[in-house]
C-alpha cells in the first residue's frame, strides 16, 4: 500500500476496528471468525478503490494537462484534432469503482449483524426502506436517522452499478472545447452529476466514513460496559491518528453517532 499507520486511512479502518473485535467478540471465536472474513473483504474494497481512485485521478489529470498546453490537441479548420484518448480506460476504472463501492455498501449488513443490528433495509427498495427505518429508530433514533442520510448517496450508487450490469448504459465521455486564445481545453468526465475529480474523493470519503462510523456505533450499542469515545482531531497519536478510543462507562462522554459530509481525514 506505500502507507503505514500515520495515515487516518489506515489508523481508522485498519487498527481501531481490530482492536474493537478483539474488545467485543474475542471471546466468540465463531464471530471473530465471521467477522474477520467478511471485514478482509471489505478492507480489500476499501484499499482497491483508494489506489483505483488515486490511479484515475492522475490519468485525468496527466491528460487535462496534456491537452490544455497543446501537446496532444490542436485547433484545425476550427475542428478540435486529439492524439490520444483516456475514454476507455477511464470508463473501465469508473466501473470498477462503482461496481466495487456499491458490492461494499451491501456486504456491510453482514458485519453490523454480527452485533444484532439489522442494516439490509438501507439497499431495498423505498417502501422496505421506511419500514425498516421506521422500526430501528423504535429502538435507535440516530442510527434510524443517519441512515435517511446515508442512503442519499449509497441508493444512486447502487442504482448505477445495477445499471451497468442490467441495462444499457451510455458511457461518458472526455469533452473537448476550443477556447477564446484558440487552444483546446479538455473537459471532465461527470459522474453522478459531479465532475470526475470531486466524484472519486467524494465517494470514497462516504464510503470510509460510513464503514467506520456504522461499525463503531454497533460496538457502542452491544459492547456495555465499554463506551467508544471520539478523540478530538488536534488531540490525535500522529503517529497513528485513530478516531475511536474504547473505554469503560464513566470516563469520556461517550460517542453519538451523527451524519456529515465532511472529509474523511478531516473529521
Excluded at 26 to 35: I, N, Y
Excluded at 104 to 121: H, N, S
Excluded at 128 to 155: C, I, P, Q, S
Excluded at 208 to 225: D, F, G, I, K
Aim: aromatic share 8%.
Amino acid at each position: 500500500m506505500d502507507e503505514g499507520s500515520e495515515t487516518p486511512f489506515v489508523a481508522r479502518l485498519w487498527m481501531t476496528p481490530l482492536e474493537a473485535r478483539n474488545m467485543v467478540l474475542g471471546s466468540d471465536q465463531v464471530k471473530v471468525a465471521e467477522f474477520d472474513a467478511t471485514y478482509q473483504s471489505i478492507l480489500n474494497d476499501l484499499t482497491t478503490l483508494r489506489r483505483l481512485g488515486k490511479e484515475t485521478t492522475g490519468l485525468w489529470k496527466a491528460h487535462e494537462q496534456r491537452v490544455n498546453s497543446g501537446h496532444i490537441a490542436r485547433v484545425k479548420n476550427g475542428m478540435v484534432e486529439v492524439d490520444e484518448t483516456i475514454d476507455e480506460q477511464l470508463l473501465h476504472n469508473v466501473e470498477t469503482i462503482i461496481k466495487n463501492a456499491a458490492g461494499t455498501v451491501k456486504r456491510f449488513q453482514f458485519l453490523t449483524r454480527l452485533f444484532g443490528i439489522d442494516t439490509g433495509f438501507l439497499y431495498q427498495k423505498l417502501p422496505n426502506f421506511r419500514v425498516g427505518v421506521e422500526a430501528l429508530a423504535r429502538t435507535d433514533n440516530a442510527l434510524a436517522d443517519y441512515m435517511v442520510e446515508a442512503r442519499k448517496w449509497t441508493e444512486p450508487i447502487i442504482k448505477l452499478r445495477d445499471d451497468l450490469e442490467h441495462a444499457p448504459f451510455v458511457a461518458p465521455r472526455v469533452g473537448y472545447a476550443i477556447t477564446p486564445q484558440g487552444g483546446v481545453q479538455a473537459l471532465e468526465m461527470p459522474v453522478m452529476g459531479m465532475p470526475l475529480s470531486a466524484f472519486i474523493p467524494t465517494l470514497l470519503s462516504r464510503l470510509n466514513r460510513y464503514v467506520e462510523e456504522v461499525l463503531m456505533w454497533c460496538v457502542q450499542r452491544t459492547a456495555s460496559p465499554i463506551v467508544v469515545t471520539e478523540i478530538p482531531l488536534i488531540a490525535r497519536n500522529k503517529q497513528k491518528p485513530e478516531r475511536f478510543r474504547l473505554g469503560l462507562a464513566g470516563g469520556a462522554q461517550p460517542w453519538v453517532i451523527i451524519y456529515s459530509d465532511d472529509e474523511f481525514d478531516r473529521i
